[in-house]
């Protein structure tokens, strides 16, 4: 089966109120017409709206970065999925490394917000992947079984239609060094496997698993090229229009 490539910018805690629209701007000009490949950009909260408006008349979805799993109330601080769609996110990415590893978010509290994101009509972009120690000891399978298993508890068929999964090894996000092709696909192969086993085989076959860690225009191509890796979220590069527009032209 062939599944549309799916790729994705996130800012992360990046960016200001006149760069974001600016760069939003630049990406509609450059891609908003695009039709062979998803595309999404997922800013940091208080910039979303203005995104939102840059990107209003494209194909370019906007998304964020992280979401609470209560509808409201007495939670300081924190987003609800209706928030979200309230100011035109389509998406959101849930379980980023650096919430797990830098904020302390536990499979639980990640499984809880991508039902509550599902629920609410969100788009999840569910993160996995494992740190340096953990690839070295040779853990990768386990770390990342654990993680969807436990991501996905109690997510029904129906609902798994909703999620990309984002295959990101910790190693490589912002470091410049990127898995090769033969890692992504061999992880993401895994991946795929380990769906087919929770959701039977089309269900596997039709999910879209995103890799991210350090994908630049220079070898977006040959990541991409893997027959498991369906698309890319895109950190540092996709703060620029020259290069989040390098990485997709260069799969079209
Ligand atoms: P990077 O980030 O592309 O800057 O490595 C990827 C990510 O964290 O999603």
């Known amino acids: 089966m062939s599944r549309k490539l799916f790729i994705a910018g996130n800012w992360k805690m990046n960016s200001s109120a006149v760069a974001s629209v ?97 629920a609410g009509g969100l788009e999840v972009m569910f993160c996995v992947g494992e740190l340096l120690d953990q690839r070295k000891s ?3 399978t386990e770390v990342v079984t654990t993680q969807i298993t436990a991501g996905l508890k109690n997510i029904g068929p129906e609902a798994l239609l909703g999620i990309t999964i984002a295959y990101e090894p910790v190693w490589a996000i912002g470091t410049g060094e990127t898995a090769t092709p033969d890692q992504a696909q061999e992880t993401h192969a895994m991946i795929r496997a380990l769906i087919g086993q929770l ?24 990541l991409l090229g893997c027959p498991d890796v ?7 590069a996709s703060m620029t229009v020259e290069d989040f527009s390098g990485i997709v032209n260069s799969v079209l």
């Open 138 to 140: 040779d853990r990768t």
């Open 22 to 118: 600016e760069v939003a701007r630049g990406m509609a000009s450059e891609l908003g017409s695009v039709e062979a490949v998803d595309l999404a950009i997922c800013p940091p909260f208080v910039y979303i709206p203005g995104v939102a408006e840059a990107l209003k008349d494209s194909n370019i979805g906007v998304g964020a970065q992280n979401m609470y799993f209560e509808d409201n109330g007495a939670f300081t601080g924190e987003i609800s999925a209706r928030m979200l769609k309230d100011i035109g996110c389509r998406y959101v990415i849930l379980g980023h490394s650096e919430r797990r590893h830098v904020i302390g978010e536990t499979d639980e509290l990640i499984n809880a917000k991508i039902i509550k994101a599902l």
């Open 199 to 222: 959701y039977g085989t089309e269900l596997a076959e039709s999910i879209r698993i995103q890799y991210g860690g350090s994908v630049k225009p220079g070898n977006a191509a040959e």
């Open 230 to 236: 369906d698309g890319a979220l895109v950190g540092g």
